[in-house]
């Protein structure tokens, strides 16, 4: 396309929080979610249509700004990333949906409205969830909203928090939006909480299992693989394709140190399920690790496990980097530390990758992984570090967890 800076997304894409605000895509942050003209969060189970939503003021906007060759503020994520790894989702989504964008941005009104045809959608469903991993938040997991409950930093009765999932599906069944959506949908992306714990998601795909175009969308799970959704093998079959994506962070001891209440031996368990079922043509899987100064200490120790699955497909993971807490950014990590792993990670490459197969088929992912750290290292690394001990012990003592058990590498020079 001839613009300097165009996105699918603002043209064909919606994301819903689980509170059911809802932005362009789920790449951008909380402070850009879209307003009504009175400046109040427009909420997916309260518009009348979805037009209301595409053809706000502020994503006409956005639109106009990317065809006038801007880059919107929303996307400085994309922005950044490209600028530091050249890559970004806006690429991602450019290779998936060219042919539909060039379709519809001639068809742009002057002030910026749209034709309604959503073909990529983001549901953050809910927040039910069975773990409470140290990155997370009461909006992606209840168990921490309990957390937060007694600590007196969320009310028992916010429904940002604790959410009526039986509300939620009276809603989407009175206000049809979702058949508005489905008339056009070719993907839609599901996380949570843990969407197949979520009555709500079951109620959902069980809904869309029926409808005469599910054999046209592809399906995406972001599951903790804690469980594995055999109450909707049935359901899956209706669908064009089925992606698991399956949140690993690291192995053994600090995988549950992380992703606090999940048992390693199950995650692994489900994970050979996932596997087996991935053999089917129909369905895809992925594993996709948060890069968190406790996941990278333990990175080398993921890879040996990836590696050893002998799929090249899984040998190395997408890395994404932690939002939130800023505690818990790489550049918490010391300096020499940060080297140490780096080397640690590039020579585990050199030594097991031996004809370099699996590094260029992981390309992408490995100049986003080093990236990552190399942006840690210019960052003022280490200046947070007593921060980040805190943060960590302050949940350990909450938890009845050790730090130092699971990740003693860091204490090897660190006053107690
Ligand atoms: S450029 Fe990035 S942040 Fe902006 S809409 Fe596209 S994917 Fe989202």
């Given at each position: 396309?001839?613009?300097?800076?165009?996105?699918?997304?603002p043209?064909?894409?919606?994301?819903?929080?689980?509170?059911?605000?809802?932005?362009?895509?789920?790449?951008?942050?909380?402070?850009?979610?879209?307003?009504?003209?009175?400046?109040?969060?427009?909420?997916?189970t309260?518009?009348?249509?979805?037009?209301?939503?595409i053809?706000?003021?502020?994503?006409?906007?956005?639109?106009?700004?990317?065809?006038?060759?801007?880059?919107?503020?929303?996307?400085?994520?994309?922005?950044?990333?490209?600028?530091?790894?050249?890559?970004?989702?806006?690429?991602?989504?450019?290779?998936?949906?060219?042919?539909?964008?060039?379709?519809?941005?001639?068809t742009?009104?002057?002030?910026?409205?749209?034709e309604?045809?959503?073909?990529?959608?983001?549901?953050?469903t809910?927040?039910?969830?069975?773990?409470?991993?140290?990155?997370?938040?009461?909006?992606?997991?209840?168990?921490?909203?309990?957390e937060?409950?007694?600590?007196?930093?969320?009310r028992?009765?916010?429904?940002?928090?604790?959410?009526?999932?039986?509300k939620?599906?009276?809603?989407?069944?009175?206000?049809?939006?979702?058949?508005?959506?489905?008339?056009?949908?070719?993907?839609?992306?599901?996380?949570?909480?843990?969407?197949f714990?979520?009555?709500?998601?079951?109620?959902?795909?069980?809904?869309?299992?029926?409808?005469?175009?599910?054999?046209?969308?592809e399906?995406?799970?972001?599951?903790?693989?804690?469980?594995?959704?055999?109450?909707?093998?049935?359901?899956?079959?209706?669908f064009?394709?089925?992606?698991?994506?399956?949140?690993?962070?690291?192995?053994?001891?600090?995988?549950?140190?992380?992703?606090?209440?999940?048992?390693?031996?199950?995650?692994?368990?489900?994970?050979?399920?996932?596997?087996?079922?991935?053999?089917?043509?129909?369905?895809?899987?992925?594993?996709?690790?948060?890069?968190?100064?406790y996941?990278?200490?333990?990175?080398v120790?993921?890879?040996?496990?990836?590696?050893?699955?002998?799929?090249?497909?899984l040998?190395?993971?997408?890395?994404?980097?932690v939002?939130?807490?800023?505690?818990?950014?790489?550049?918490?990590?010391?300096?020499e530390?940060?080297?140490?792993?780096?080397?640690?990670?590039?020579?585990?490459?050199?030594?097991?990758?031996?004809?370099?197969?699996?590094?260029?088929?992981?390309?992408?992912?490995?100049?986003?992984?080093?990236?990552?750290?190399?942006?840690?290292?210019?960052?003022?690394?280490?200046?947070?570090?007593?921060?980040?001990?805190?943060?960590?012990k302050?949940?350990?003592?909450?938890?009845?967890?050790s730090?130092?058990?699971?990740?003693?590498?860091?204490?090897?020079?660190?006053?107690?």
């Amino acid at each position: 396309m001839k613009y300097k800076f165009v996105c699918p997304m603002p043209f064909i894409g919606l994301s819903v929080e689980s509170d059911q605000s809802v932005r362009l895509c789920c790449h951008i942050s909380q402070r850009d979610m879209i307003k009504d003209t009175s400046g109040k969060p427009l909420r997916f189970t309260q518009v009348k249509n979805i037009s209301e939503i595409i053809n706000s003021n502020y994503l006409k906007q956005v639109r106009l700004e990317m065809l006038s060759n801007k880059i919107p503020a929303a996307c400085q994520n994309c922005h950044q990333s490209e600028i530091s790894s050249g890559h970004s989702p806006r690429i991602e989504y450019l290779r998936e949906f060219h042919t539909d964008l060039e379709k519809i941005a001639p068809t742009i009104q002057p002030d910026g409205s749209i034709e309604v045809e959503i073909k990529h959608f983001h549901y953050s469903t809910d927040n039910i969830c069975n773990l409470a991993c140290r990155m997370c938040h009461p909006r992606y997991s209840v168990k921490i909203a309990h957390e937060w409950e007694k600590l007196g930093l969320v009310r028992p009765d916010d429904p940002e928090f604790f959410i009526d999932t039986k509300k939620l599906s009276l809603l989407v069944e009175e206000n049809g939006l979702l058949e508005n959506l489905l008339d056009h949908l070719s993907e839609m992306k599901i996380t949570g909480g843990e969407p197949f714990l979520s009555p709500y998601v079951e109620f959902l795909i069980k809904k869309m299992a029926k409808h005469p175009r599910a054999s046209e969308i592809e399906l995406s799970f972001y599951t903790n693989a804690t469980t594995y959704p055999n109450h909707l093998l049935e359901d899956f079959k209706q669908f064009k394709k089925i992606s698991f994506f399956c949140s690993i962070d690291a192995v053994e001891e600090l995988a549950e140190y992380i992703r606090y209440g999940c048992d390693w031996n199950e995650v692994k368990k489900n994970l050979d399920k996932f596997l087996e079922l991935s053999k089917q043509p129909k369905y895809d899987l992925k594993i996709v690790t948060t890069l968190s100064a406790y996941s990278l200490l333990g990175l080398v120790n993921l890879l040996k496990f990836t590696f050893s699955l002998k799929i090249a497909e899984l040998a190395i993971p997408e890395f994404n980097p932690v939002f939130a807490p800023a505690t818990l950014n790489l550049n918490v990590l010391p300096k020499e530390l940060l080297m140490k792993i780096k080397n640690e990670i590039t020579h585990f490459f050199e030594s097991n990758d031996l004809d370099g197969s699996i590094r260029k088929r992981h390309s992408v992912h490995i100049s986003k992984l080093f990236s990552l750290i190399d942006t840690a290292l210019k960052a003022n690394p280490g200046e947070k570090f007593l921060d980040f001990l805190l943060f960590s012990k302050k949940l350990d003592q909450k938890r009845g967890d050790s730090m130092k058990d699971v990740l003693p590498l860091l204490f090897k020079d660190q006053p107690s």
